[in-house]
């Protein structure tokens, strides 16, 4: 279930800045303590077909690093048209999450975050082949350097979660 938190209350909050960060290049902090449950930002971007976004990665006309996974026909690519939220790090221990209202994503506060704490998510990145990839090989091509302790090596979803929960948003289709 989504937080309980309503969309409205937060909707036009300043809660964020972004800047250089010791995950990996450009990331998003906390200006201000962000409760949990709190609707921080949407995740804007243009809206692609899937099959367009993967037909012009493979051209190497579109890289795929911002984009969000939304439902199974549409990405969201947040290298055009996007915001802020393009710039939030993975973590394999996260303290915000991606739930989707009226077909819009949001990056929600799953737990309270202090003022100057780096936020993110877990991507969870899925193969956008039917081809599975080796743990090995996910931690080859997509290294996850978060360092926390719960630390899975790879941005790619643990191979048990490949299928998103009911109720959890869907997770991002591959990143380079
Ligand atoms: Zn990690």
Known sequence: MPPAASPSAAQDRDFIQVRASAIHGTGVFAKRPIPKGTRVIEYAGRRIPKPDL????????????????????????????????????????????????DGIPYIYAMQDIPAGAELSFDYQLQSASAQRISAALSRALFPCHCGSPQCRGTLAAAPRRRTPRKGRPPAPVLSS
Not at 88 to 101: D, G, T, W
């Open 54 to 101: 993967l037909a012009a990665a493979e051209r190497g006309e579109r890289p795929l690093t911002y984009v969000l996974n939304l439902d199974a026909d549409t990405a969201i690519d947040g290298a055009e048209q996007g915001n802020d939220a393009r710039y939030i790090n993975h973590s394999c221990a996260p303290n915000c999450e991606v739930y989707i209202f």
